[in-house]
């Protein structure tokens, strides 16, 4: 019944139309854990958040109070913000999968924003 025989008397059969039906391919993994993705954090402090953007974005934002720079941390391959360093008193829109909570802090103090994105 079923596939029974595979290895035995049936082998022609299973040679023949089901070739590489037995045996093992790659490696094993005994623990996956359903969040590994989220391991791969890499950071950028406050001190390097304005180095992603270009100096004259910094400037011509500067004099306005009401318009802020976006500041995309996932698109220069960073997915965490932390909280080193300090910012200068000017708002910005901060984007990222992460943000620990000094560096929440901070943004917040100089009256800029905070947004998670999912990637």
Known sequence: ???AGGQHHHRINF???HPGYFGKV???NFHVH????NLYQPGINLDKLW???SEQTRTKYA???AKAPVIDCSRAGFYKVLGKGVLPKQPVIVKARFFSRRAEEKI???GGACILTAQ
């Open 108 to 110: 917040k103090a100089v």
């Open 63 to 65: 004099g306005q109070s």
């Open 15 to 17: 040679d023949k139309y």
């Open 26 to 28: 790659g490696m094993r």
């Open 34 to 37: 359903p969040n590994n993705a």
């Open 51 to 53: 180095s992603l953007v």
């Open 1 to 3: 019944r079923g596939n």
